[in-house]
Each structure stands twice: as C-alpha cells, then as structure tokens.
C-alpha cells in the first residue's frame, strides 16, 4: 500500500501545517512504504527567484527531517530529481480534456484574483497526477483542499487505461478530516495568506510577542468565564500542552482567578517546549546540509527505482518506446 504526498516549498511553516499536515503524514511513515517529495516543479507559478526557490527547498527538508520525517522508513525527495515525471505530465496532459482543466477550483480561483494564467498554472493538476501516477501510489492523503485535483488524477488515470490499456494504477484520496483544525491568532483558521500564523520554527521573542498579543475579551481575572473551553489560547494549549495542564488551566479559567496574561504566559511556554526537540535537530542538521542532501540524493533513487519501470510500462503502451 504506497502512500504518497508533495509538499509545496513556498515559505515558512506554520503550527496549522504541523497538526494539519505534517504530524499525520509522519504518522503514516510508520506504515512502511510512505513516498514524500518537496514539489519545487509546483512552484514554479508561484516563484521566479532561483535563490528563493533553493532556500524554500532546502528550508522544507529541514522543516520535515526536524520534525521526524525518517528517511530510514520515508523515501523523501526533490520532485526535479526525477525529472521523468515531467515526461508522465506529457503523455497523461495529451488526453486531459481543456475543459477538465478549466473547472478547477485553484485555477479559477487563481484567475478571479486577477492572476495572469500561464500554461503551468492551467496544466499544475496534470503535473500533479503524475507524481501520483508515477509511483504506482494506492493512497494520496492530503487537504480538503486538494480533493478536486485527486479526483482529477482518477479520470486522468482511468482514461488513460482506456485508451493504452491497464498501465496506470488509479489511486484512493485519503482526506485529512479529522486532524484539528488549528485557529490562528485572530481565531480564523490559521493559514499564511490570513497573517495570523505561529510559525514552528521562529525567533523566540518574535513569537512570544505574536502569542502576548492575542486579543481577548475585558473581563477581569476574577471573573468565572464558562466559555473557556472557547478561548483561543486554550484551544491553542490543548495542542502544545500535556493533557493535565490544558485541563488545569481550562478549569482555573472557567472558575476565574486566572488572568489573559499568565495563560498566554503559559502558552509559549508549552509551545516552546513542545517543539524544542524539533528546534535543536533542525539546527543540527543547518549545520550539516551535506548530510541532507545525501538523504535527498538516497530518496531520490530509491523513488527512481520505482518511476523507471512505470516509466517503461507506460511507454510501451503508448508506443514510444
Ligand atoms: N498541490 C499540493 C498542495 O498544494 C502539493 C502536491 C503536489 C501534491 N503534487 C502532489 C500533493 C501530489 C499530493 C500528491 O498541497
């Protein structure tokens, strides 16, 4: 059972991706036969500096290998170092009706926003079927968000079996649901384009400055507050705190007695120590990029051992071999 997932470079990671994201995909590593990959293809629309796109790349393998991403159990690799998939995009995009295309949400999205289409943007679910398709994955787990270009990925796939014959494997969406959905420090839903984020890894008084200023309510400390399973902070606590202390500040807040102060106090902390683990092997491995790019280099064959022979089932069947 092959499991499969890109993660998109583009910038500092938020503790909303951490829950959301990438502490149920480190999960599934544990399953045996996980296939993550740093999509720097994908972010070609939205990066034009190569400088950057370097830094985002390497700073997201950082990010996942810190955070517990096993390149004993995961095979983790850059998406361009298995430049073939750039070949599958071809052969699949050639039968991708237009019009499959032009009802995607992140396009149309995209293009409301006054965002000048090009053809990488009009063609990024066809690129994105074929990091699917080209490791014979059973199961996608990703975002709500990303539900549509799954079902993308299957038509492509099933129509590409009717034309050339049972080649391509159609792959499962598996839709992170029931992961937290991690409100951001205006109580919306964290997410970088809202500027309300909490990044994982960060300066230490930056976001102890960013958790002080959460806004809360006028009510004094002694005031008995029967919605604080509703505060902000504590909902945030619940995730970064051992399961005795959310509980023990959630109770001193509803009994009243306890101020906005000392709980966001409290919540920094927790959320400090919470990845302090993380924090120092990510400063490790800062100090040893050599041995991270042989860790993508490793994945990036291993994930190659795989794609050369999808690669030749599938041109064979097309006839181009
Ligand atoms: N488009 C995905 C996102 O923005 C990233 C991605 C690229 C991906 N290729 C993929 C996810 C293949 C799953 C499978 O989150």
């Known amino acids: 059972m092959r499991v499969l997932t890109g993660i998109t470079p583009s910038g500092t990671l938020h503790i909303g991706n951490y829950f959301g994201a990438m502490r149920p ?5 544990e399953g045996g036969d996980a296939f993550y990959f740093i999509a720097d293809y994908h972010s070609m629309t939205a990066v034009t500096d190569a400088a950057e796109r370097r830094d985002f790349s390497l700073g997201i393998a950082l990010d996942w290998l810190a955070c517990g991403l096993d390149p004993a159990k995961a095979v983790f690799w850059r998406q361009s170092a298995v430049p073939e998939v750039c070949e599958l995009t071809w052969l699949i995009g050639s039968l991708t009706p237009v019009g499959l295309l032009e009802r995607a949400h992140s396009y149309k999205d995209k293009t409301a926003k ?10 990024y679910p066809v690129l994105m079927a074929a990091d699917i398709l080209l490791y014979d994955t059973n199961v996608v787990p990703v975002g709500r968000d990303q539900k549509q270009h799954l079902e993308m990925t299957r038509d492509i796939a099933i129509k590409f079996n009717q034309v050339y014959g049972e080649v391509l494997v159609v792959p499962k969406e ?3 649901d029931n992961v937290a959905v991690v409100p951001g420090l205006d109580g919306q839903k964290m997410s970088k384009s809202y500027g309300n984020t909490i990044e994982i890894f960060a300066d230490e008084k930056a976001v102890r400055k960013k958790i002080m200023g959460i806004v809360m309510d006028s009510r004094t400390p002694a005031e008995p507050k029967p919605d604080a399973d509703k505060n902000l902070a504590i909902q945030l606590l619940k995730l970064v705190a051992p399961p005795d202390v959310a509980a023990d500040f959630e109770a001193r807040l509803r009994a009243g007695g306890l101020g906005y102060g000392d709980l966001k106090k409290k ?10 683990a993380a924090r120092a092997k990510r400063a490790e491995l800062a100090a040893n990029l050599d041995q991270v790019e042989e860790v993508l280099r490793d994945g990036a064959e291993r994930a190659r051992a795989v794609a ?12 181009i071999d």
């Open 114 to 123: 006054g965002i000048s289409p090009n053809f990488g943007l009009f063609a």
């Open 267 to 276: 919540l920094f902390e927790c959320y400090w120590e919470y990845f302090a």
């Open 308 to 319: 050369g022979p999808v690669m030749q089932r599938v041109r064979r069947a097309c006839g």
């Open 25 to 29: 995909a480190i999960e599934l590593q």
């Open 174 to 176: 598996q839709i992170r």
